[in-house]
């Protein structure tokens, strides 16, 4: 059977009287070591990006480039996240990091994640020394407290 994560869960179905499907239980969940890969890639292009769009300011707005140093550069970091996480996360469940480990968030029932679930984990990633959390053991605090969770992929999806 495909793995569906974005399936209704067993218990949504026969509420609705829909028969059966795979509950997010029996879906794979990504492990620690496949979130970290996904993390570098998601931070390296991240980076990129930042960097490329400073780039991309001082030529076309040399003066605001000065404001980078200071608060405006938090802010300019803060929209660059939010608009690097967002899009991608609430439109497919996937971001290029997640694209190449093979992983999608869903919400914790399995369904697609809300728009507030992804702002969140989004804000969430922005508390210091946030990716620690996921030393311990199960999900990480952007995932407890958005209420997803980032599970396995077969190819073809």
Do not use: C, W
């Amino acid at each position: 059977m495909e793995l569906n994560p974005y399936a209704p869960t067993k218990a949504s179905l026969k509420e609705s009287g829909q028969g059966d499907a795979e509950p997010l239980d029996e879906v794979k969940l990504a492990s620690r070591k496949r979130r970290f890969v996904t993390s570098l890639v998601d931070s390296t292009a991240l980076l990129v990006l930042i960097f490329v769009m400073a780039g991309v300011l001082a030529v076309v707005a040399p003066s605001v480039i000065g404001l980078l140093s200071g608060p405006a550069g938090y802010l300019f970091q803060f929209a660059i996240v939010l608009l690097y996480y967002v899009p991608a996360e609430f439109m497919t469940g996937r971001t290029p990091g997640k694209i190449i480990t093979r992983t999608r968030v869903v919400s914790r029932t399995g369904g697609k994640p809300s728009a507030g679930q992804i702002v969140g984990r989004t804000l969430l990633r922005l508390i210091p020394l946030e990716a620690v959390t996921f030393l311990a053991r199960g999900p990480g605090l952007h995932d407890r407290a958005s209420g997803t969770r980032v599970v396995m992929t077969t190819r073809e999806t």
